[in-house]
């Protein structure tokens, strides 16, 4: 098998691979378990013992549901929305990252539940309680990584579409084919009203909050519980596409909900953070127009400074050195949690920028990491796995 590669798009995945993945980071946990088991210790910290990913099936939600469970031991629920194989059609990635996930855990002795459902949906929300109340679990971690084109206002029926477009004004900047390493400016036109009002009503935080209210009065939040949901900020020179766009909007609604969420959890003694993480190729993420170039060069310059992290390093530790630290968890004046504190740290910035000015079609392949970009995009589709044969039938 081969990945189909059309418009940055992979068609197909490689379900042996997927799998394969996801053994990769589970393997990764062996060593990285310890030190968050003790760090917890340490800081007099309880370590989640029931962990919901909303979102758990692939990039930053399957990070974190590998973190807790092998982490901590904790046992795991995860929704996510994948397509299910077919006879003419592979599952997307996150249906076999998530079926590897099951099998392993279940070789481990850890408890897991998977759901495929749409966790925009008032139903799933009850499937998901429905499941706690039968497994005698209280929720001591709610993880938030939910990445939608779509959602279906589950009071109004209405169904609104996300976009990552400049508000107000058009915005040009340079896109690199990641597969040819040609350079092209691109223009992305700005968001109308209705796209804008449209992806905060997908990414905000709404449907968060949505979440953790029928948790809560479900009984089936532990005492203390903490709740995060993941946002991005990025460099100044990428808000006018990001920060300053529609999704940059949804994530300002998602930081204000975290505040409300905080105050609606108070009885319980419950927290709800966002933290903000690192750029990394995602699934999500590798659709982004513009973004590809800026990652790449943020790859190479971190990869040569040694401080590159992949999705499974920035949940390690975002567990071991911010949520279950010693008490206050480390913060930005804003209340967010930065783990991306190397990404923006002033040297690695200012050699990115540098490189981003200078980058064209006969030196790209010496300044930015556009290897480093293919290999994560195909390897969240299961393909460039080590140790997985692509011959076999
Ligand atoms: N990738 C990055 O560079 C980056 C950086 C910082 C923050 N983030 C944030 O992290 C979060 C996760 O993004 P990611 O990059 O890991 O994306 P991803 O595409 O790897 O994961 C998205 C997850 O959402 C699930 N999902 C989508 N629609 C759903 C639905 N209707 N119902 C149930 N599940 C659904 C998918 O199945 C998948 O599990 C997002 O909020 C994103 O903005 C990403």
């Known amino acids: ?32 378990a310890p030190s968050l088991a003790s760090a917890a210790i340490a800081a007099d910290r309880t370590p989640p013992k029931a962990v919901l990913v909303l979102g758990g099936s692939t990039g930053y939600g399957l990070a974190s549901r590998v973190a807790a469970a092998w982490g901590f031991g904790a046992s ?11 006879e003419k059609r592979p599952g997307t990635p996150g249906w076999y990252d998530t079926e590897a996930f099951d099998r392993e855990a279940a070789a481990a002795g850890l408890v897991a539940r998977s759901f495929n459902a749409d966790a925009f949906a008032d139903s799933t929300r ?17 993880v938030y990584s939910l990445a939608s084109p779509v959602r279906i206002d589950p009071k109004t029926g209405t169904m609104y579409r996300s976009v990552l477009k400049p508000l107000g004004k058009p915005y040009s900047g340079i896109n690199v084919d990641v597969w040819t390493g040609s350079l092209s ?19 905000g935080g709404e449907d968060w909050r949505l979440w953790i209210d029928a948790l809560r009065d479900a009984s089936v939040l532990a005492k203390g519980a903490a709740t995060v949901a993941y946002s991005y900020i990025g460099p100044e020179h990428s808000w006018p596409l990001y920060r300053s766009g529609t999704i940059g909007a949804a994530k300002e609604h998602l930081e204000r909900t975290a505040a409300a969420i905080r105050a609606s959890l108070s009885p319980l003694g419950g927290s709800a953070w966002v933290s903000v993480n690192k750029a990394l190729v995602t699934r999500a993420s590798s659709v982004i127009p513009i973004i590809p170039l800026y990652v790449s060069a943020l790859y190479k310059v971190m990869k040569e400074r040694g401080v590159h992290e992949d999705c499974l390093d920035q949940i390690v530790r975002l567990y071991r050195d911010r ?6 968890v480390p913060t930005d004046a804003a209340g ?39 290999a994560d995009f195909l390897q969240a589709h299961g393909f460039e796995v080590p140790g997985v044969d692509y011959s076999a039938d």
């Open 1 to 32: 098998m081969k990945p189909m590669i059309r418009n940055n798009i992979c068609m197909n995945c490689h379900p042996g691979g997927c799998a394969a993945f996801v053994r990769s980071w589970i393997g990764r946990m062996a060593e990285t």
């Open 76 to 86: 795991t629920v995860s929704v996510s929305f994948e397509r299910v194989p077919d």
């Open 126 to 142: 009850e499937t998901v309680i429905a499941c706690a109340k039968e497994l005698h679990l209280a929720f001591d971690l709610v």
């Open 185 to 203: 400016t691109a223009t992305i036109e700005p968001a109308t009203p209705t796209e804008a009002e449209g992806t905060v009503k997908v990414m």
């Open 323 to 328: 949520l279950y630290a010693a008490p206050p």
């Open 336 to 374: 967010r949690i930065r783990l991306d504190d190397l990404e923006m740290r002033e040297d690695v910035q200012a050699e990115t920028t540098r490189r981003l000015r200078a980058v064209d079609a006969s030196n790209s392949g010496a300044l930015i990491d556009l290897d480093g970009f293919r």
